[in-house]
């Protein structure tokens, strides 16, 4: 759902248990879609992408979903593990330039 | 594997004071940006720089900022005038053509006092 300022959507899993972070965006235009993880004070680091001519994309334990028709982008992390917790953003842009990032889900892994 | 790299990582200053923030990109990366993040908000884009030439900015990149590639291997973003709502965690990213995917550096905390 929707945060505002400090309150990020929270995701709590059991290590081991599959994850799934969602994503809707507004643009219909938007072509290109990315998955950043970011650990407190370092950079979003790339985790996966998708074009728009895909509905699907697999990498090593993560996948991400692209639904064009209601502007919904997600990703499933399998086999959750405690160095997954950090907050995931989804980015998105129309033919390259300014990355749009969402406001982020942060997710935890409890042992 | 190659990184982006920033400095410094953090950098106090004086509301009015300028700061330049600096940047090596990854080597075979084209294109540059900057994007920042204001505690606990989402990553923002500034400004994307190709060919020594400024290819889109934010409404937010006024003025007071500005970037430059002085050499060939440093990307700068200087803000002339800070102001406490600059204060702010800035993120340079790298990429090698437009449609590619953008590395982040670890980015400069940068607090206005």
């Known amino acids: 759902g929707e945060s505002v300022g400090l309150h990020l959507p929270t995701l709590s899993v059991q290590e081991g248990d599959n994850s799934i972070i969602n994503c809707a965006y507004s643009?219909?235009?938007?072509?290109?879609f990315i998955w950043y993880k970011q650990e407190s004070g370092k950079g979003p680091q790339f985790i996966i992408d998708?074009?728009?001519?895909?509905d699907k994309r697999q990498g090593q334990r993560v996948t991400v979903l692209l639904n064009k028709t209601v502007k919904h982008l997600s990703l499933q992390i399998a086999a959750t593990q405690p160095g997954d917790s950090a907050v995931y953003f989804c980015?998105?842009?129309?033919?390259?330039?300014?990355?749009?990032f969402g406001k982020g889900t942060s997710l935890l892994v409890t042992p | 594997e190659p990184e982006v790299t920033q400095t410094p990582s953090h950098q106090v200053t004086q509301m009015g004071q300028e700061v330049i923030l600096r940047c090596v990109p990854i080597s075979n990366h084209l294109y540059f940006y900057w994007y920042r993040q204001i505690l606990g908000q989402k990553v923002e884009f500034l400004v994307s720089f190709y060919n020594n030439e400024i290819s889109e900015k934010s409404e937010i990149f006024d003025d007071q900022f500005s970037v430059e590639r002085p050499d060939g291997s440093n990307f700068t973003l200087k803000i002339r005038s800070t102001k406490l709502e600059d204060s702010a965690m800035y993120f340079c990213a790298s990429s090698k053509t437009r449609e590619e995917t953008q590395y982040f550096g670890p980015g400069t905390r940068l607090l206005v006092l």
């Open positions: 980015a998105e842009t129309q033919s390259g330039y300014a990355l749009n």
């Open positions: 643009n219909s235009a938007s072509d290109y």
């Open positions: 998708i074009r728009s001519n895909m």
